[in-house]
Protein backbone atom coordinates (compact mmCIF):
# COMPACT_ATOMS: atom_id res chain seq x y z
CA UNK A 1 0.00 0.00 0.00
CA UNK A 2 1.50 3.41 -1.36
CA UNK A 3 1.22 6.50 1.01
CA UNK A 4 -1.10 7.87 -1.99
CA UNK A 5 -3.39 5.19 -1.44
CA UNK A 6 -3.26 5.43 2.36
CA UNK A 7 -3.74 9.47 2.20
CA UNK A 8 -6.96 8.17 -0.30
CA UNK A 9 -8.21 5.82 1.78
CA UNK A 10 -7.53 8.40 5.33
CA UNK A 11 -9.54 10.75 3.57
CA UNK A 12 -12.44 8.95 2.76
CA UNK A 13 -12.31 7.41 6.63
CA UNK A 14 -12.20 11.32 7.86
CA UNK A 15 -15.41 12.36 5.73
CA UNK A 16 -17.03 8.93 6.88
CA UNK A 17 -16.90 9.86 10.82
CA UNK A 18 -19.20 12.15 10.73
CA UNK A 19 -21.60 9.94 8.67
CA UNK A 20 -20.83 7.51 11.19
CA UNK A 21 -21.90 10.12 14.51
CA UNK A 22 -25.10 11.20 12.36
CA UNK A 23 -26.02 7.28 11.91
CA UNK A 24 -25.96 6.61 15.43
CA UNK A 25 -28.13 9.68 16.13
CA UNK A 26 -30.87 8.39 13.49
CA UNK A 27 -30.82 5.28 15.39
CA UNK A 28 -31.55 6.44 18.58
CA UNK A 29 -33.89 8.76 17.29
CA UNK A 30 -35.44 5.99 15.33
CA UNK A 31 -36.04 3.79 18.73
CA UNK A 32 -37.31 6.72 20.57
CA UNK A 33 -40.26 7.24 18.16
CA UNK A 34 -40.89 3.16 18.08
CA UNK A 35 -41.20 3.43 21.36
CA UNK A 36 -43.55 6.41 21.71
CA UNK A 37 -46.09 4.41 19.45
CA UNK A 38 -45.42 1.96 22.13
CA UNK A 39 -46.64 3.74 25.09
CA UNK A 40 -46.05 6.64 26.81
CA UNK A 41 -44.17 5.30 29.58
CA UNK A 42 -41.65 3.00 27.49
CA UNK A 43 -40.74 6.45 25.64
CA UNK A 44 -40.13 7.88 28.70
CA UNK A 45 -37.78 5.36 30.10
CA UNK A 46 -35.57 4.99 26.81
CA UNK A 47 -35.86 8.99 26.81
CA UNK A 48 -34.00 9.19 29.83
CA UNK A 49 -30.93 7.61 28.90
CA UNK A 50 -31.33 8.52 24.93
CA UNK A 51 -31.71 12.35 25.67
CA UNK A 52 -28.71 12.59 27.04
CA UNK A 53 -26.77 10.06 24.25
CA UNK A 54 -28.19 12.81 21.62
CA UNK A 55 -27.10 16.04 23.08
CA UNK A 56 -23.27 13.90 23.84
CA UNK A 57 -23.30 13.21 19.91
CA UNK A 58 -24.74 16.14 18.78
CA UNK A 59 -22.08 17.96 20.33
CA UNK A 60 -19.92 15.51 18.88
CA UNK A 61 -21.09 16.43 15.57
CA UNK A 62 -20.53 20.01 16.50
CA UNK A 63 -17.30 19.76 17.70
CA UNK A 64 -16.04 17.91 14.32
CA UNK A 65 -17.05 21.77 12.37
CA UNK A 66 -16.16 23.99 15.43
CA UNK A 67 -13.01 25.53 13.68
CA UNK A 68 -9.18 25.00 14.68
CA UNK A 69 -7.38 27.46 15.72
CA UNK A 70 -10.21 29.98 16.83
CA UNK A 71 -8.35 31.07 20.48
CA UNK A 72 -6.23 33.85 20.38
CA UNK A 73 -3.03 32.61 22.42
CA UNK A 74 0.11 34.97 22.37
CA UNK A 75 1.28 37.95 20.88
CA UNK A 76 -0.50 39.32 17.84
CA UNK A 77 2.11 41.21 15.73
CA UNK A 78 1.41 43.28 12.91
CA UNK A 79 3.12 43.78 9.71
CA UNK A 80 3.75 47.07 10.16
CA UNK A 81 5.59 46.28 13.48
CA UNK A 82 7.49 43.42 12.57
CA UNK A 83 7.81 43.76 8.76
CA UNK A 84 11.91 41.58 8.82
CA UNK A 85 9.81 38.51 10.43
CA UNK A 86 6.38 38.95 8.03
CA UNK A 87 9.07 39.17 5.13
CA UNK A 88 10.96 36.06 6.37
CA UNK A 89 7.59 34.18 6.96
CA UNK A 90 6.14 35.44 3.67
CA UNK A 91 9.80 34.40 1.73
CA UNK A 92 9.81 30.69 3.69
CA UNK A 93 6.01 29.95 2.83
CA UNK A 94 6.87 30.63 -0.94
CA UNK A 95 9.81 28.31 -0.53
CA UNK A 96 8.24 25.17 0.25
CA UNK A 97 5.17 25.81 -2.16
CA UNK A 98 2.53 27.20 0.20
CA UNK A 99 0.68 30.29 1.12
CA UNK A 100 2.22 32.69 4.01
CA UNK A 101 0.04 33.12 7.00
CA UNK A 102 -2.72 35.22 8.05
CA UNK A 103 -1.57 36.37 11.41
CA UNK A 104 1.43 35.78 13.26
CA UNK A 105 1.44 34.93 16.92
CA UNK A 106 4.09 34.86 19.53
CA UNK A 107 3.77 32.01 22.11
CA UNK A 108 4.79 32.10 25.76
CA UNK A 109 6.03 28.25 24.51
CA UNK A 110 9.14 26.41 22.88
CA UNK A 111 6.99 25.60 19.96
CA UNK A 112 6.04 26.30 16.27
CA UNK A 113 3.10 25.20 14.66
CA UNK A 114 0.72 26.89 11.48
CA UNK A 115 -3.21 26.68 12.59
CA UNK A 116 -5.99 26.72 10.20
CA UNK A 117 -9.54 28.00 10.73
CA UNK A 118 -11.57 25.65 8.69
CA UNK A 119 -14.47 23.44 7.61
CA UNK A 120 -15.32 20.04 6.53
CA UNK A 121 -12.92 18.09 8.31
CA UNK A 122 -10.21 20.63 7.22
CA UNK A 123 -11.15 20.37 3.99
CA UNK A 124 -12.17 24.25 3.01
CA UNK A 125 -9.30 26.77 4.88
CA UNK A 126 -10.59 30.13 5.96
CA UNK A 127 -7.96 31.78 7.86
CA UNK A 128 -3.71 30.58 8.39
CA UNK A 129 -2.10 31.52 11.83
CA UNK A 130 2.12 31.05 12.44
CA UNK A 131 2.63 30.44 16.12
CA UNK A 132 6.25 30.76 17.24
CA UNK A 133 7.76 30.16 20.75
CA UNK A 134 9.32 33.52 22.22
CA UNK A 135 11.83 31.29 23.80
CA UNK A 136 12.85 29.99 19.63
CA UNK A 137 13.53 33.85 19.04
CA UNK A 138 15.96 33.83 22.41
CA UNK A 139 17.60 30.18 21.77
CA UNK A 140 17.65 29.77 18.03
CA UNK A 141 19.94 30.99 15.27
CA UNK A 142 18.44 32.50 12.54
CA UNK A 143 18.78 29.91 10.09
CA UNK A 144 17.79 27.04 12.99
CA UNK A 145 14.33 29.16 12.98
CA UNK A 146 13.95 29.78 9.49
CA UNK A 147 14.68 25.59 9.53
CA UNK A 148 11.56 25.43 12.35
CA UNK A 149 8.97 27.82 10.40
CA UNK A 150 9.98 25.59 7.11
CA UNK A 151 9.00 22.64 8.56
CA UNK A 152 5.78 23.90 9.96
CA UNK A 153 4.43 25.28 6.72
CA UNK A 154 5.34 22.06 4.80
CA UNK A 155 2.44 20.00 6.62
CA UNK A 156 0.53 22.30 4.24
CA UNK A 157 2.34 22.13 1.27
CA UNK A 158 0.94 20.02 -1.94
CA UNK A 159 4.03 19.05 -3.09
CA UNK A 160 4.86 15.84 -0.94
CA UNK A 161 0.73 13.96 -0.59
CA UNK A 162 -2.20 15.74 -2.83
CA UNK A 163 -4.52 15.38 0.79
CA UNK A 164 -1.42 15.67 2.93
CA UNK A 165 -2.93 18.50 5.17
CA UNK A 166 -6.70 16.80 5.76
CA UNK A 167 -4.95 14.16 6.68
CA UNK A 168 -2.93 15.73 9.14
CA UNK A 169 -5.65 17.81 10.19
CA UNK A 170 -8.37 14.75 10.05
CA UNK A 171 -6.04 12.89 13.32
CA UNK A 172 -6.64 16.42 15.47
CA UNK A 173 -10.80 16.24 14.69
CA UNK A 174 -10.81 12.67 14.99
CA UNK A 175 -8.84 12.41 18.29
CA UNK A 176 -10.64 15.59 19.49
CA UNK A 177 -14.41 13.85 18.95
CA UNK A 178 -13.18 10.83 20.70
CA UNK A 179 -11.72 12.79 23.73
CA UNK A 180 -15.06 14.71 24.05
CA UNK A 181 -16.91 11.63 24.19
CA UNK A 182 -14.70 10.44 27.51
CA UNK A 183 -15.79 13.69 29.18
CA UNK A 184 -20.01 12.80 28.73
CA UNK A 185 -21.91 10.64 31.29
CA UNK A 186 -21.71 6.74 31.14
CA UNK A 187 -23.68 6.21 28.15
CA UNK A 188 -21.39 8.59 26.09
CA UNK A 189 -18.36 6.65 27.24
CA UNK A 190 -20.11 3.55 26.45
CA UNK A 191 -20.42 4.67 23.17
CA UNK A 192 -17.09 6.25 23.01
CA UNK A 193 -15.79 2.57 22.67
CA UNK A 194 -17.40 2.16 19.03
CA UNK A 195 -15.64 5.37 18.16
CA UNK A 196 -12.67 4.81 19.76
CA UNK A 197 -12.51 1.95 17.45
CA UNK A 198 -12.97 3.33 14.26
CA UNK A 199 -10.74 6.11 15.14
CA UNK A 200 -7.97 3.26 15.63
CA UNK A 201 -8.53 2.44 12.10
CA UNK A 202 -8.30 5.48 11.03
CA UNK A 203 -4.94 6.27 12.94
CA UNK A 204 -3.73 3.15 11.89
CA UNK A 205 -4.43 4.12 8.15
CA UNK A 206 -2.84 7.69 8.62
CA UNK A 207 -0.02 7.19 10.98
CA UNK A 208 2.32 6.50 8.29
CA UNK A 209 0.74 9.08 6.08
CA UNK A 210 1.67 11.26 8.57
CA UNK A 211 5.04 9.89 9.75
CA UNK A 212 6.06 10.39 5.91
CA UNK A 213 4.35 14.14 6.70
CA UNK A 214 6.52 14.75 9.19
CA UNK A 215 10.01 13.26 7.45
CA UNK A 216 8.99 15.44 4.18
CA UNK A 217 8.54 18.01 6.63
CA UNK A 218 12.26 17.71 8.04
CA UNK A 219 13.36 17.33 4.62
CA UNK A 220 11.77 20.67 3.60
CA UNK A 221 13.66 22.59 6.78
CA UNK A 222 16.51 21.11 5.59
CA UNK A 223 16.26 22.86 2.05
CA UNK A 224 14.70 26.26 3.99
CA UNK A 225 17.83 26.37 6.35
CA UNK A 226 20.44 24.10 5.33
CA UNK A 227 20.83 20.12 7.05
CA UNK A 228 22.99 21.21 9.56
CA UNK A 229 20.39 24.17 10.89
CA UNK A 230 17.78 21.41 10.47
CA UNK A 231 19.49 18.81 12.98
CA UNK A 232 20.46 21.74 14.91
CA UNK A 233 16.91 23.16 15.33
CA UNK A 234 15.81 19.29 16.45
CA UNK A 235 18.82 19.43 19.27
CA UNK A 236 18.26 22.75 20.56
CA UNK A 237 14.15 22.94 21.04
CA UNK A 238 14.48 20.10 23.56
CA UNK A 239 17.45 21.76 24.82
CA UNK A 240 15.20 25.09 25.21
CA UNK A 241 12.47 23.32 26.37
CA UNK A 242 14.07 21.75 29.43
CA UNK A 243 16.12 25.06 30.26
CA UNK A 244 12.69 27.06 30.14
CA UNK A 245 11.16 24.33 32.94
CA UNK A 246 14.45 24.70 34.79
CA UNK A 247 14.41 29.08 34.49
CA UNK A 248 10.86 29.14 35.41
CA UNK A 249 11.27 26.68 38.47
CA UNK A 250 14.04 28.03 39.87
CA UNK A 251 14.81 31.42 39.28
CA UNK A 252 11.32 33.18 37.83
CA UNK A 253 8.93 31.85 40.54
CA UNK A 254 11.94 32.03 43.08
CA UNK A 255 9.85 35.87 45.00
CA UNK A 256 6.28 34.41 44.07
CA UNK A 257 5.99 33.42 47.74
CA UNK A 258 7.20 36.70 48.96
CA UNK A 259 4.49 38.35 45.78
CA UNK A 260 6.87 38.96 43.36
CA UNK A 261 7.60 38.04 40.04
CA UNK A 262 10.19 39.46 37.23
CA UNK A 263 9.52 42.48 35.59
CA UNK A 264 11.73 41.56 32.22
CA UNK A 265 11.17 37.54 31.89
CA UNK A 266 12.62 37.88 28.78
CA UNK A 267 15.99 39.01 29.93
CA UNK A 268 16.48 36.67 32.22
CA UNK A 269 15.85 33.74 30.59
CA UNK A 270 18.52 35.04 27.71
CA UNK A 271 20.70 35.30 30.76
CA UNK A 272 20.52 32.04 31.64
CA UNK A 273 21.11 30.69 28.06
CA UNK A 274 24.14 32.57 27.85
CA UNK A 275 25.71 31.70 31.51
CA UNK A 276 28.71 29.84 30.98
CA UNK A 277 27.93 27.24 33.75
CA UNK A 278 24.11 26.67 31.92
CA UNK A 279 25.77 27.10 28.55
CA UNK A 280 27.90 23.90 29.42
CA UNK A 281 25.00 22.41 31.13
CA UNK A 282 22.27 22.89 28.24
CA UNK A 283 24.87 21.78 25.61
CA UNK A 284 25.26 18.71 27.48
CA UNK A 285 21.31 18.24 26.85
CA UNK A 286 21.80 19.55 23.35
CA UNK A 287 24.40 16.72 22.37
CA UNK A 288 22.67 13.87 24.24
CA UNK A 289 18.54 14.35 23.13
CA UNK A 290 16.54 11.73 24.56
CA UNK A 291 15.69 8.53 23.17
CA UNK A 292 12.24 8.47 23.22
CA UNK A 293 10.04 5.40 22.74
CA UNK A 294 6.80 6.10 20.11
CA UNK A 295 4.25 4.32 19.58
CA UNK A 296 2.21 2.64 16.26
CA UNK A 297 -0.60 5.79 17.19
CA UNK A 298 2.53 8.66 17.09
CA UNK A 299 2.60 10.56 14.28
CA UNK A 300 6.45 12.02 14.81
CA UNK A 301 9.35 9.75 14.31
CA UNK A 302 11.70 9.87 17.78
CA UNK A 303 13.88 12.85 17.38
CA UNK A 304 17.37 10.81 16.81
CA UNK A 305 15.77 8.90 14.04
CA UNK A 306 14.40 12.20 12.65
CA UNK A 307 18.69 13.70 13.31
CA UNK A 308 19.79 10.19 11.40
CA UNK A 309 17.56 10.23 8.32
CA UNK A 310 18.60 14.19 7.61
CA UNK A 311 22.32 13.20 8.16
CA UNK A 312 22.48 10.53 5.70
CA UNK A 313 20.51 12.68 2.65
CA UNK A 314 22.47 14.58 0.71
CA UNK A 315 23.69 17.58 2.68
CA UNK A 316 21.79 20.85 2.08
CA UNK A 317 23.62 24.34 1.90
CA UNK A 318 23.66 26.36 4.82
CA UNK A 319 21.53 29.67 4.19
CA UNK A 320 23.47 33.16 3.96
CA UNK A 321 23.72 35.19 7.55
CA UNK A 322 22.05 32.67 8.95
CA UNK A 323 24.35 32.23 11.52
CA UNK A 324 23.33 35.80 13.07
CA UNK A 325 20.69 35.24 16.53
CA UNK A 326 17.26 34.64 15.63
CA UNK A 327 15.94 37.66 18.36
CA UNK A 328 17.38 40.38 15.68
CA UNK A 329 15.15 39.62 12.85
CA UNK A 330 12.56 40.97 15.54
CA UNK A 331 12.33 44.88 16.31
CA UNK A 332 12.30 45.68 19.73
CA UNK A 333 13.11 42.16 20.86
CA UNK A 334 13.41 41.87 24.34
CA UNK A 335 10.48 44.00 24.81
CA UNK A 336 8.40 42.22 22.26
CA UNK A 337 9.86 39.10 24.01
CA UNK A 338 8.31 40.32 27.51
CA UNK A 339 5.32 40.77 26.58
CA UNK A 340 4.25 37.34 24.33
CA UNK A 341 5.34 35.88 27.87
CA UNK A 342 3.09 37.65 29.77
CA UNK A 343 0.62 36.21 27.75
CA UNK A 344 0.92 32.92 29.25
CA UNK A 345 0.86 33.67 33.00
CA UNK A 346 -2.20 32.72 34.94
CA UNK A 347 -4.83 35.22 36.49
CA UNK A 348 -3.16 34.63 39.92
CA UNK A 349 0.57 35.55 38.32
CA UNK A 350 -0.69 38.68 37.13
CA UNK A 351 -1.78 39.81 40.80
CA UNK A 352 1.97 39.60 41.74
CA UNK A 353 4.50 42.48 41.77
CA UNK A 354 7.02 43.21 39.36
CA UNK A 355 10.23 43.81 39.99
CA UNK A 356 14.47 43.67 38.85
CA UNK A 357 16.21 40.76 38.68
CA UNK A 358 18.65 41.18 41.49
CA UNK A 359 15.65 42.87 43.77
CA UNK A 360 13.88 39.93 42.80
CA UNK A 361 16.48 37.30 44.36
CA UNK A 362 16.74 39.67 47.19
CA UNK A 363 13.08 39.57 48.16
CA UNK A 364 12.55 35.93 47.48
CA UNK A 365 15.68 34.31 49.26
CA UNK A 366 14.69 36.66 52.47
CA UNK A 367 11.39 35.92 52.51
CA UNK A 368 12.03 32.30 52.34
CA UNK A 369 15.44 31.90 55.25
CA UNK A 370 12.71 34.48 57.14
CA UNK A 371 10.17 31.99 57.20
CA UNK A 372 12.50 29.66 58.57
CA UNK A 373 14.06 31.99 60.71
CA UNK A 374 10.79 32.27 62.31
CA UNK A 375 10.01 28.60 62.72
CA UNK A 376 13.18 28.35 64.77
CA UNK A 377 12.71 30.89 66.98
CA UNK A 378 9.10 30.05 67.92
CA UNK A 379 7.99 33.43 68.31
CA UNK A 380 11.00 34.62 70.60
CA UNK A 381 12.84 37.88 69.55
CA UNK A 382 16.69 37.29 69.32
CA UNK A 383 17.47 38.65 72.70
CA UNK A 384 15.11 35.40 74.09
CA UNK A 385 17.03 33.14 72.01
CA UNK A 386 20.28 33.91 73.27
CA UNK A 387 18.82 34.56 76.82
CA UNK A 388 18.02 30.24 76.50
CA UNK A 389 21.51 29.68 75.20
CA UNK A 390 23.40 31.79 78.25
CA UNK A 391 21.49 29.19 80.51
CA UNK A 392 22.94 26.44 78.84
CA UNK A 393 18.79 25.32 77.20
CA UNK A 394 19.81 24.34 73.49
CA UNK A 395 17.15 21.24 73.01
CA UNK A 396 14.38 24.41 72.12
CA UNK A 397 16.17 26.14 69.49
CA UNK A 398 17.61 23.04 68.50
CA UNK A 399 16.21 20.82 64.88
CA UNK A 400 12.78 18.85 66.75
CA UNK A 401 13.44 16.23 64.49
CA UNK A 402 16.66 15.68 65.87
CA UNK A 403 17.17 12.61 68.14
CA UNK A 404 18.84 12.33 71.20
CA UNK A 405 20.00 8.85 72.89
CA UNK A 406 17.49 8.95 76.46
CA UNK A 407 20.50 8.21 78.46
CA UNK A 408 22.74 10.87 77.45
CA UNK A 409 22.95 12.85 80.51
CA UNK A 410 23.54 17.56 80.16
CA UNK A 411 26.74 17.86 78.78
CA UNK A 412 26.15 14.87 76.16
CA UNK A 413 22.71 16.32 75.25
CA UNK A 414 24.18 19.95 75.06
CA UNK A 415 27.16 18.82 72.93
CA UNK A 416 24.88 16.91 70.61
CA UNK A 417 22.08 19.52 70.20
CA UNK A 418 24.94 22.19 69.87
CA UNK A 419 25.30 21.56 66.18
CA UNK A 420 22.03 21.59 65.28
CA UNK A 421 21.64 25.05 67.64
CA UNK A 422 24.72 26.73 65.32
CA UNK A 423 23.37 26.01 61.56
CA UNK A 424 19.77 26.97 62.75
CA UNK A 425 21.06 29.69 65.04
CA UNK A 426 23.05 30.76 61.60
CA UNK A 427 20.11 30.89 59.45
CA UNK A 428 18.27 33.93 61.79
CA UNK A 429 21.50 35.28 61.81
CA UNK A 430 21.56 35.88 58.05
CA UNK A 431 18.02 37.23 57.90
CA UNK A 432 18.68 39.12 60.68
CA UNK A 433 21.68 41.09 59.21
CA UNK A 434 19.92 41.00 55.89
CA UNK A 435 17.14 42.90 57.66
CA UNK A 436 19.90 45.63 59.34
CA UNK A 437 21.11 46.15 55.40
CA UNK A 438 24.57 44.73 55.98
CA UNK A 439 23.76 41.24 53.88
CA UNK A 440 22.42 40.75 50.61
CA UNK A 441 21.40 37.86 48.43
CA UNK A 442 23.03 38.12 45.19
CA UNK A 443 21.81 36.52 41.80
CA UNK A 444 23.84 34.05 40.68
CA UNK A 445 22.79 32.58 36.41
CA UNK A 446 25.56 29.96 37.15
CA UNK A 447 23.77 28.79 40.81
CA UNK A 448 21.65 29.27 43.69
CA UNK A 449 21.82 33.00 45.21
CA UNK A 450 24.74 33.76 47.05
CA UNK A 451 24.51 35.18 50.40
CA UNK A 452 26.90 38.44 51.14
CA UNK A 453 28.01 39.54 54.62
CA UNK A 454 29.39 42.58 54.68
CA UNK A 455 32.56 43.22 56.88
CA UNK A 456 33.52 43.03 60.03
CA UNK A 457 30.50 40.69 60.17
CA UNK A 458 31.71 38.14 57.92
CA UNK A 459 34.99 37.16 59.70
CA UNK A 460 33.44 36.80 62.88
CA UNK A 461 30.37 35.53 62.60
CA UNK A 462 31.71 32.21 62.52
CA UNK A 463 33.99 32.36 65.85
CA UNK A 464 30.54 34.07 67.64
CA UNK A 465 28.67 31.25 66.50
CA UNK A 466 30.94 28.75 67.89
CA UNK A 467 31.43 30.53 71.22
CA UNK A 468 27.34 31.13 71.64
CA UNK A 469 26.64 27.28 70.94
CA UNK A 470 29.97 26.08 72.88
CA UNK A 471 29.80 24.16 76.30
CA UNK A 472 30.22 27.03 78.39
CA UNK A 473 28.15 29.55 76.24
CA UNK A 474 29.18 32.71 75.48
CA UNK A 475 26.69 34.97 73.44
CA UNK A 476 28.59 38.34 73.90
CA UNK A 477 30.47 38.24 71.44
CA UNK A 478 27.30 37.57 68.81
CA UNK A 479 25.23 39.82 70.72
CA UNK A 480 28.01 42.71 70.03
CA UNK A 481 27.65 41.72 66.21
CA UNK A 482 24.59 42.34 66.77
CA UNK A 483 24.22 45.47 68.60
CA UNK A 484 27.48 47.10 66.13
CA UNK A 485 24.82 45.86 63.29
CA UNK A 486 21.88 47.68 64.90
CA UNK A 487 20.26 44.51 65.28
CA UNK A 488 17.65 45.29 68.62
CA UNK A 489 17.22 42.60 71.03
CA UNK A 490 13.67 42.28 70.63
CA UNK A 491 14.18 41.88 66.51
CA UNK A 492 11.77 38.88 65.10
CA UNK A 493 11.83 38.17 61.53
CA UNK A 494 8.54 39.53 59.86
CA UNK A 495 7.11 40.37 56.84
CA UNK A 496 6.70 42.68 54.94
CA UNK A 497 10.03 43.71 54.25
CA UNK A 498 11.18 47.04 52.70
CA UNK A 499 12.11 46.59 48.52
CA UNK A 500 16.03 46.38 48.24
CA UNK A 501 17.65 47.38 45.19
Known sequence: MNNSFRAWLAVALLAGFPLLVLLVIAAIVAIELYALREGPMTALRIGIVAVPALVVLIKALLTIEQSRGDADPGLAVAPEAQPELWALVREIAGDVGTRPPDEIRILPQVNAAVHERTRWLGLRVSRRRLYIGAQLFAGLRQDQLCAVLGHEFAHYSNRDTRFSGATYRGRQAIGHVVTGLANGNTFARILRGGFQGYAKVYFTVSMRVCRAQELAADAAAARVGGTAAAVGALREIEALAIAWRFFLNTYATIGWAAGYLPARLAEGYLALLTD???????????????????????????????????????????????????????????????????????????????????????????????????????????GEALALLDAAQFEPLADPDLTVPPSAGPRARRELLAGSVRTRLSVVAEVAFADAGVARWLLSWSGPAEFVLEEPYHNALGSALDAATAGRPDTKPLRDLFAHAGIAPGYRPTDPVPVRS
Do not use: F
Open 276 to 382: PTRSMEIDEVRRNPRDGKTSRYDSHPATLERIRLLESAPVAPPRPGGERPASEILRHSVETLDAALLTGLSDQALMKRRTDWQTLVYLGSRHDVAETAAKILGGRTV
